[in-house]
């Protein structure tokens, strides 16, 4: 029997407002701090829109692609955007990232989720002990919080589960790397002059949460 994969029909259309509070759900925010994210990313056209009501742009994955990344890289609501900025044109360190800029590659990856294109979680399949479990962190930003951190650079990395229980990754940077893939060691021993690393990490069910409610 052939099992065909697919979004499931949508009963609402999703506004923008309605992706800030699934976005807040799923990554246990306060719904009002993440609408607030969404207003900055307006005027700099990091969200779609086009009016308000039924004339309401529909939200897609590339829209809560940039959602996730200015929410989970901006520790005040009011950075939103500054932090959309930082990390949305981040490269790919490998072939992984299939040539796509983060906020692209996260895009594609979200509507992966949503259409069952990707495995959401490990397989039942799979016995626990060979669970490779750095896949629940489905996103990771990394970033110098120092006061130099305008010449360091910004790396994200984003995680996806294999059918045979392992996973993959691809990595993504502001600059050229000697690694493949980007770690907070790495970036500090590569990187002495930043004394402050922070780092920021989207889970796996809460990616796929936000990937369902498209």
Excluded at 83 to 95: C, Q, R, S, T, V
Excluded at 136 to 162: N, T
């Amino acid at each position: 029997m052939m099992i065909l994969c697919g979004r499931a029909p949508q009963l609402h259309k999703v506004t923008s407002i309605r992706l800030a509070d699934a976005v807040a759900a799923a990554l246990d925010e306060k719904p009002d701090r993440v609408r607030l994210q969404l207003k900055t990313l307006r005027p700099v056209g990091g969200i779609s829109f086009k009016g308000y009501g039924r004339g309401a742009a529909e939200m897609t994955a590339a829209d809560a692609s940039r959602l996730v990344i200015a929410v989970a890289g901006s520790l005040a609501a009011k950075h939103a955007a500054e932090a959309l900025a930082a990390f949305k044109d981040l490269k790919p360190l490998g072939p992984k990232g299939r040539g796509l800029e983060l906020q692209h590659f996260l895009a594609e990856h979200i509507d992966a989720l949503a259409t069952g294109g990707v495995p959401a979680r490990h397989s039942s399949n799979v016995p626990y002990r060979v669970y490779d479990l750095a896949a629940e962190e489905a996103l990771k930003l990394i970033w110098f919080a120092g006061q130099s951190k305008a010449s360091l650079p910004r790396a994200a990395v984003v995680r996806w589960f294999r059918p045979d229980g392992k996973s993959d990754a691809a990595a993504f940077a502001s600059e050229p790397m000697p690694f493949p893939l980007a770690t907070e060691s790495r970036l500090a021993r590569h990187f002495p002059r930043g004394g402050l690393l922070r780092s920021a990490v989207v889970t796996a069910r809460a990616l796929k949460e936000i990937a369902d409610a498209l």
